[in-house]
């Protein structure tokens, strides 16, 4: 069962837009509307800031969006703020074993 | 609200046999399917396993199947997870989680327990 490719780190400056991409598998990202984004502070739970590929649940703030290409998932950060400086999971259905995350991306505020 | 409460853990030695339980109040508990998610000691998430609402589903990771066992008592709003045959690679912190419906994201999270294999 091999994780979902998520990069290692991502950075940026206060007010920035960033990027984090999750890559995963024609039997996973590709083939399902079940990717989901999490974010989570050290110490803490994790965090559902996405879910069904690009929904916000109440509550998460806008500048999160996310989307979809084929085996790619994306998760963007608008406007980065200090207390966004967390880690960032990527999760999706997979047919195969049910359920998978990705590697994870620490993301860092300058 | 939601509250997720899991208790359980602790030193256990390799091959003994602790169960975890997971508290949930704040929702109905007996129509949402519940998972297991635990974090390896500065490592990422891995899921390891799902019971749908009614325990007439299970799914397990490779990485525990046929020594973990997931179960939920509807009446007591309980969720468990047998640990058997541990090993010193299942030293981690375990979270249950509850799954937010047709999204099938994890909207709501406990605090987690953690569960240290060594002799």
């Known amino acids: 069962q091999s994780a979902l490719t998520q990069p290692a780190s991502v950075s940026g400056s206060p007010g920035q837009s960033i990027t984090i991409s999750c890559t995963g598998a024609s039997t996973d990202v590709d083939d399902y509307k079940y990717v989901s984004w999490y974010q989570q502070h050290p110490g803490k739970a994790p965090k559902l800031i996405i879910s069904g590929v690009s929904n916000r649940p109440s509550g998460v703030s806008i500048r999160f969006s996310a989307s979809k290409s084929g085996i790619t998932a994306s998760l963007t950060i608008s406007g980065l703020q200090a207390e966004d400086e967390a880690d960032y999971y990527c999760s999706s259905y997979t047919a195969s074993f049910f359920y998978v995350f990705g590697t994870g991306t620490k993301v860092t505020v300058l | 609200q939601v509250h997720l409460v899991e208790s359980g853990g602790g030193v256990v030695q390799p091959g003994r046999s602790p169960r975890l339980s997971c508290a949930a109040s704040g929702f109905t508990f007996r129509t949402y399917g519940m998972h297991w998610v635990r974090q390896a000691p500065g490592k990422g998430l891995e899921w390891v396993a799902v019971i749908s609402y009614d325990g007439s589903s ?62």
């Open chain 2, 58 to 119: 299970k799914y397990y990771a490779d990485s525990v199947k046929g020594r973990f066992t997931i179960s939920r008592d509807n009446s007591e709003n309980t969720l468990y997870l047998q640990m058997d045959s541990l090993r010193a690679e299942d030293t981690a912190v375990y979270y249950c989680a509850k799954e937010s419906g047709s999204s099938m994201g994890l909207d709501a999270w406990g605090q987690g327990t953690t569960v240290t294999v060594s002799s």
